[in-house]
């Protein structure tokens, strides 16, 4: 009886586990990181794990003035990968190489649609917000591999060593990644709320994601007419 019950245990405990682990449909949702803190993070599963190319989006509000995480991709060889990061004006940190887009900012307590493209054989990156974009500017580096990616910290070690002072506070929302860059005109379409194809890579509608610490899932604040 002990034996089975035990089984009967561990069955359940599986089950709950799978459950947790299937890919979500967030449409209309949004991640809420309410308080300054170095644990509280999401960790999303990326659905493959080598990109020669990428374009990263999300929507994102935050009334934070100091400097804080976006997006932080890390991997076996480079926390800053590929790391989305704003500190007055809004910078990208490609393989441990730091570049800064004068002027580009996003303001506060406003809902911010920003992407970012990045491609190898080029070298060359360029953000976007709210339709604005900037000039490309080249940041070289290899292919990226075996990412672990993560919103509401910044990685200074993979998938760790968090600092309270570059945390996230706020809202994030329709976080899509896909494996090439994506052309102006698709960017636009995004940021436009028009119809487009969601990432290949991350996908807000199916999205495979664990949380950690005080995260929220919540009903997107939306303006009433």
């Known amino acids: 009886m002990v034996l089975f019950k035990t089984m009967v245990c561990l069955l359940l405990l599986m089950m709950l586990a799978a459950c947790a682990a299937s890919p979500q449909d967030l449409s209309g949702k949004m991640f809420t990181f309410p308080e300054e803190t170095n644990t509280a993070n999401v960790k999303l599963s990326p659905s493959t794990h ?8 999300f929507r994102s509000i935050t009334d934070l003035s100091r400097g804080h995480s976006l997006f932080s991709l890390a991997t076996p060889t480079t926390d800053n990968s590929f790391l989305i990061y704003m500190d007055g004006e809004l910078q990208l940190n490609i393989n441990d190489k730091l570049t800064k887009f004068p002027g580009l900012i996003s303001p ?7 992407c970012s493209t990045w491609d ?3 070298g060359l990156a360029q953000l976007w917000v709210n339709g604005k974009h ?6 070289g580096g290899p292919a990226i591999n075996n990412p672990v990616i993560i919103l509401g910290q ?18 994030m929302s ?22 487009f194809s969601p990432g290949n890579v991350l996908n807000w509608q199916v999205l495979d994601f664990q949380m ?3 995260v929220l899932i919540e009903d997107k604040q939306t303006t009433c007419n």
Not at 50 to 57: D, E, H, P, Q, Y
Not at 108 to 113: L, Y
Not at 134 to 139: C, E, H
């Open 134 to 139: 900037s000039v490309r500017k080249f940041t």
């Open 50 to 57: 080598s990109f020669n190319a990428l374009t990263v989006c």
């Open 174 to 195: 329709d976080v899509h990644m896909w494996d090439h860059t994506l052309s102006s005109c698709e960017i636009q379409q995004y940021m436009d709320k028009q119809n």
């Open 120 to 122: 190898a054989a080029s």
């Open 212 to 214: 950690t610490g005080r």
């Open 108 to 114: 506060q307590n406003v809902w911010n649609s920003i």
């Open 154 to 171: 910044e990685q200074d070690s993979l998938g760790g060593s968090f600092v309270i002072q570059q945390s996230f506070v706020g809202m």
